[in-house]
Nanobody, 124 residues
């Protein structure tokens, strides 16, 4: 079992930056990929970014160039640095642990463990 807990969400203005963190327990993230997803009201859960076990990052087209994913293996924490935020970025953000440690893709069904999420609201 893996327990995930996101933090760092909040209300910001368009153009601001925000850093989300996801603390993992129960299993080390040093040998696994990790992912970030988001879900806005009335919409499907959407892939945001993933990072491989070797810390190679992958991003959706909508956030590439604005968001940066990273992980601290010693602390067992994966982070998502978000800049130039837009109102369309408003959503609940979730971190996720994949069923297969090598998976860095966008399919939510391939992730086995999820955190409860943290709300990000970007006002215009």
């Amino acid at each position: 079992q893996v327990q995930l807990a996101e933090s760092g969400g909040g209300l910001v203005q368009a153009g601001d930056s925000l850093r989300l963190s996801c603390a993992a327990s129960g299993r080390s993230i040093s040998t696994s990929a990790m992912g970030w997803f988001r879900q806005a009201p009335g919409k499907e859960r959407e892939f945001v970014a993933a990072i491989s076990a070797n810390s190679d990052p992958y991003y959706s087209a909508s956030v590439k160039g604005r968001f940066t994913i990273s992980k601290d293996n010693a602390a067992n924490v994966v982070s998502l640095e978000m800049s130039s935020l837009k109102p369309d970025d408003s959503a609940v953000y979730f971190c996720a642990y994949p069923s297969r440690s090598s998976y860095t893709g966008p399919s939510a069904g391939r992730y086995m463990f999820w955190g409860p999420g943290t709300q990000v609201t970007v006002s215009s």
